[in-house]
């Protein structure tokens, strides 16, 4: 788990109810190394866990379709490219190409109803992009 970096304020992800018990995910994208990269948060047996949607074995997003990470029996998170299973609370890898290797897991917090994610130094919200007169964005750094 990143250190968490005091100097970054939590980020809203969602309502509490926007996760259900195994239920799909609610996917965002964040900011690693300057590099745009997916992240998913779900709720598995009451907790709230999220993680980047960089599988262990190659990293590429795992997902079917988008926030749909569980397995068929909804026991564990698999990647849809080679099979990779992960123990959804701690996101090791339990079968697969990758047996041991872990996602990278994000730090989250329930409070007062609402989901949040703590950024790290490595892990960080994405750049705003800004509107421009001509109602064009600028792209971010
Ligand atoms: S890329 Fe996920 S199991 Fe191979």
């Given at each position: 788990m990143p250190a968490?970096?005091?100097?970054i304020e939590p980020v809203l992800l969602c309502a509490s109810d926007a996760l259900i018990e195994r239920g799909d995910a609610v996917v965002f994208e964040v900011q690693q190394w300057r590099r745009?990269?997916?992240a998913f948060v779900m709720r598995?047996?009451?907790?709230?866990?999220a993680y980047l949607n960089q599988c262990a074995h190659v990293p590429t997003e795992m997902d079917w379709q988008e926030g749909k990470f569980l397995d068929r029996d909804r026991e564990a998170i698999i990647c849809s490219i080679h099979g990779a299973t992960y123990d959804p609370l701690n996101g090791r890898c339990?079968?697969?190409p990758c047996v041991g290797a872990r996602l990278t897991a994000l730090r989250v917090e329930e409070r007062d109803a609402q989901v949040y994610w703590y950024?790290?130094?490595d892990i960080k919200?994405?750049?705003v992009a800004?509107?421009?007169d001509d109602g064009t964005e600028e792209s971010p750094p």
């Open positions: 968490i970096d005091p100097a745009k990269v997916g598995f047996e009451g907790r709230v866990v339990v079968g697969g950024p790290s130094s919200p994405m750049p800004l509107p421009r």
